[in-house]
């Protein structure tokens, strides 16, 4: 019998294919329109105010209003030369792949409900703790993203390390650079500012040693509790990477936890660069977003730990009401390796990318990536008055103009001024962060379908946009 849900399911079957071509006409014609679209203040009030009808609408109707009036407004993160913040653009194959696990709409948090998508993402992270170095006994999860796998860590830091009763004695130590997640998550525990300390960074902004090992010891004299260290694998500012040997060697001494958050920069461990992140093998966890360096949709972010126990510890529960979805006791069920009980097929789209685009065909498009920041680099040098504050590390580079006879404030205010114009005219996507206690213009440049050209067009028209 013909009901209203079949011809539902027909108008969205319609709309659905009409849907993609037209995404991927869009797709194709993208790096050619702005990087930026900005909605009106007024269309933003309209849009708030808009309230729910009681008798719902067209099907098309609506799908053309949430094209046009509301999901294309914002940063285009996919355009080939938007390179501010750590861009995320998004390989095709990654979206198939995630259309199909969404279409499917499968529970991932047990085995039970997920049998050979478990096995894809159980045998994915095990060949990601391979390339990290991890032994026999690691592990891991697919998580929404780097706040969550770092949030992660830090709980199974703090349950393995500490006795519950040093909880409120509880210190961990990050550096200048490290990203704001890791403190988000370290108060989320219970870990006050007063008990997060702050390591200065060398020249080159990564993590002094010898600081941390001062701290560590001042702390310990002080009778405080300290239980773990968070390192960087490709700062979000500088693209640099903490002396990871230097920083294991003195977790192994104090018997604390390393923990490397390498959401951005993990992904050179597929490339010809892994050695970069050399002593990243001895970290007891590594975060790694697969929605960075390689190219998935949002969200899809992986936890890597070297012993699978310290997750259970920390996140196995077993209420009544699962017990018919344990299954084997041999098998651990997703929701006891991380805090989601209810936890979609995250890792099936990047385990379809990396099947259909290969481990090469992967590390070629990372590497791009060090090839648009050496451009970059190459075209500053030629540039008059141009400081360069971090040299090309990974995809990035951090300069500034620097026109002599100007004050430190002036040379400040001529970055933002050209960043701003540059958003404005709608070429690039660039933005200024603080380095030194001095404003800069930071490139963050990952996109596979960036070239050379744009690359130093991009710093051309920085220049003009600086001296205007």
Not at 91 to 105: E, K, P, Q, R, V
Not at 113 to 138: K, M, Q, S, T
Not at 255 to 264: K, P, S
Not at 289 to 304: E, G, I, N, R, V
Request: negative net charge; hydrophobic residues 40%; glycine residues 8%.
């Amino acid at each position: 019998m013909y009901t209203r849900e079949t011809q539902m399911e027909q108008e969205v079957e319609r709309a659905a294919v009409r849907f993609v071509c037209d995404l991927f006409e869009r797709n194709r014609t993208l790096s050619d329109g702005p990087v930026i679209n900005e909605p009106e203040p007024t269309h933003l009030e309209e849009l708030a105010e808009r309230g729910i009808p009681a008798v719902g609408r067209p099907l098309e109707e609506v799908v053309r209003e949430m094209e046009r009036d509301v999901i294309g407004y914002g940063y285009n993160a996919d355009h080939a030369r938007f390179m501010g913040f750590v861009p995320g653009p998004t390989s095709a194959i990654s979206w198939l792949g995630d259309m199909i696990s969404a279409g499917y709409n499968r529970h991932a948090g047990s085995v039970a409900n997920y049998p050979a998508g478990h096995a894809v993402e159980e045998g994915l992270i095990r060949w990601l703790c391979d390339r990290a170095g991890f032994p026999a006994g690691a592990s891991g999860t697919f998580v929404s993203g780097g706040s969550m796998a770092n949030f992660t860590a830090c709980v199974a830091a703090r349950d393995t390390v500490l006795d519950e009763r040093d909880w409120p004695r509880a210190v961990a130590y990050v550096s200048t650079q490290t990203h704001s997640s890791v403190a988000k998550g370290l108060r989320m525990m219970g870990v006050t500012d007063a008990r997060i300390r702050t390591i200065d960074v060398d020249e080159g902004f990564r993590m002094k040693t010898d600081a941390l090992a001062a701290a560590i010891a001042a702390d310990r004299r002080a009778g405080l509790a300290p239980f773990m260290v968070i390192a960087t694998a490709g700062t979000t500012n500088t693209g640099s990477v903490d002396p990871l040997p230097q920083v294991a060697d003195i977790c192994r001494r104090e018997g604390l936890w390393m923990h490397v958050d390498g959401a951005f920069g993990a992904s050179v461990l597929l490339t010809r660069y892994r050695d970069m992140l050399k002593g990243i093998e001895r970290a007891d966890s590594l975060s790694w977003d697969a929605h960075k360096w390689l190219f998935q949709t949002y969200s899809c972010s992986m936890l890597l730990v070297r012993d699978e126990r310290t997750l259970l510890k920390s996140f196995s529960a077993h209420p009544e009401y699962l017990a018919d979805l344990e299954g084997d006791e041999s098998l651990v069920n997703p929701w006891d390796l991380g805090p989601e009980l209810t936890r979609p097929a995250r890792g099936l789209k990047l385990w379809f990318t990396l099947q259909v685009m290969g481990a090469d065909g992967m590390a070629d498009c990372i590497e791009h990536g060090f090839d648009l920041a050496r451009w970059a680099e190459e075209e500053l040098r030629a540039t008059p008055e141009v400081e360069i504050v971090s040299p090309a590390q990974m995809a990035m580079v951090n300069f500034r103009f620097s026109p002599a006879g100007t004050s430190e404030e002036e040379r400040d205010e001529i970055c933002a001024r050209a960043a701003a114009r540059m958003r404005a005219s709608g070429y690039a996507g660039v933005f200024t962060t603080e380095l030194s206690g001095k404003k800069v213009l930071r490139l963050c440049a990952i996109h596979p379908r960036t070239h050379e050209g744009e690359m130093r067009e991009v710093v051309r028209r920085l220049a003009a946009f600086a001296w205007e």
